[in-house]
């Protein structure tokens, strides 16, 4: 017999996101921004000093979408490129001072969504939720071009014995998840 939809976690997984995407397009709007620029704002916080091709490849499109969107935040002077010391070629992504309320709003919002679903679920199925989502997500990494790609800038980033570079710029979590696929 067929399960229903209602039960079928991928579609569960899939509303359940496409449900945050628009709650989270509809409060960026309201500071005439899109999703994408928060999103832009949201990684560049965790990984300050991320080059624009190593965010396209974190948030999953091409390096031309990621400098149309740093276009614009930069035009409303919330975040700066700045020049890397050891290669003229790249651009270093730096947030600045007027995004820390825009920051601000995405945390408290998440906070939010966490609170509801600890009061819907519990803290415990929550933590049991996200063990499980996280185990699946590195099992779909590993198993994808994705984990392949996103390696090889972790690599990238790593740095090597004597080297003076710190690796500052790549999101932990996919540098983590990039470690544990390769």
């Given at each position: 017999?067929?399960?229903?939809?209602?039960?079928?976690?991928?579609?569960?997984?899939?509303?359940?996101?496409?449900?945050?995407?628009?709650?989270?397009?509809?409060?960026?709007?309201?500071r005439g921004m899109t999703r994408a620029q928060w999103h832009i704002l949201a990684r560049v916080e965790?990984?300050?000093?991320?080059?624009?091709?190593?965010?396209?490849?974190?948030?999953?499109?091409?390096?031309?979408?990621?400098?149309?969107?740093?276009?614009?935040?930069?035009?409303?002077?919330?975040?700066?490129?700045?020049?890397?010391?050891?290669?003229?070629?790249?651009?270093?992504?730096?947030?600045?001072?007027?995004?820390r309320p825009i920051l601000d709003e995405i945390s408290a919002y998440r906070e939010e969504l966490i609170r509801d679903i600890d009061a819907h679920i519990g803290r415990e199925a929550r933590e049991a939720m996200?063990?499980?989502?996280?185990?699946?997500?590195?099992?779909?990494?590993?198993?994808?071009?994705?984990?392949?790609?996103?390696?090889?800038?972790?690599?990238?980033?790593?740095?090597?014995?004597?080297?003076?570079?710190?690796?500052?710029?790549?999101?932990?979590?996919?540098?983590?998840?990039?470690?544990?696929?390769?």
């Amino acid at each position: 017999m067929t399960e229903s939809l209602d039960r079928d976690p991928v579609v569960l997984l899939y509303d359940v996101a496409r449900i945050m995407r628009t709650n989270f397009d509809q409060r960026a709007r309201a500071r005439g921004m899109t999703r994408a620029q928060w999103h832009i704002l949201a990684r560049v916080e965790r990984s300050p000093g991320v080059s624009q091709s190593e965010l396209a490849a974190i948030c999953e499109v091409e390096p031309i979408t990621v400098a149309r969107l740093v276009d614009r935040l930069e035009q409303r002077g919330l975040l700066e490129r700045r020049p890397d010391p050891n290669d003229r070629r790249i651009w270093r992504l730096h947030n600045l001072p007027p995004a820390r309320p825009i920051l601000d709003e995405i945390s408290a919002y998440r906070e939010e969504l966490i609170r509801d679903i600890d009061a819907h679920i519990g803290r415990e199925a929550r933590e049991a939720m996200v063990d499980a989502l996280t185990a699946v997500r590195v099992r779909m990494i590993a198993a994808s071009d994705l984990g392949r790609s996103v390696g090889a800038i972790a690599r990238r980033r790593v740095p090597r014995p004597g080297s003076t570079s710190e690796g500052a710029g790549l999101d932990p979590d996919v540098a983590s998840r990039a470690a544990t696929s390769s």
